[in-house]
């Protein structure tokens, strides 16, 4: 029985380093909701309302970073990304806008979901640009 491998691109090194140290960073601001040591003094100073915002920035980043990163891996057209980014970008406003379920309206947390779906985006395009590598067959073995 042949081995069929169903990802088409392997991350470069830096691509795949640079992954997981937005994905711990994003981690880390999304924690410091709650945990007062993991909040950088220089965003509580410049920024003193940043953690009331940033669950959103991070929710929005680890969806699409999260299931883009896989996506483009397996050799998904770069449309999908922008479309689910667009349709991500979508959903911020209209949950913060017009659905009051577990949510207290809030245009400022969709902004912060735009800018954690753009940073995503951009992550996403940069790596599909410069940081694969394509899978062939006599790589697979």
Do not use: Q
Not at 78 to 92: E, H, P
Not at 96 to 114: F, H, M, R, S
């Amino acid at each position: 029985m042949e081995k069929m491998n169903v990802l088409k691109y392997a991350p470069k090194l830096p691509a795949a380093i640079a992954y997981i140290v937005l994905l711990v960073l994003v981690m880390l601001l999304f924690f410091g909701r709650k945990t007062m040591s993991l909040r950088p003094a220089v965003i509580v100073e410049h920024w003193p309302d940043f953690y009331l915002h940033v669950s959103n920035f991070s929710i929005s980043y680890l969806m699409l970073g999260g299931i883009g990163f896989m996506w483009i891996l397996i050799g998904i057209p770069t449309r999908f990304l922008v479309v689910c980014g667009m349709l991500l970008i979508g959903c911020n406003f209209v949950y913060e806008l017009w659905v009051p379920i577990l949510n207290t309206p809030d245009v400022v947390d969709a902004y912060y979901g735009v800018a954690g779906t753009i940073l995503a985006l951009c992550f996403l395009l940069c790596v599909k640009r410069f940081g694969l590598v394509p899978l062939t067959k006599e790589s697979e073995t």
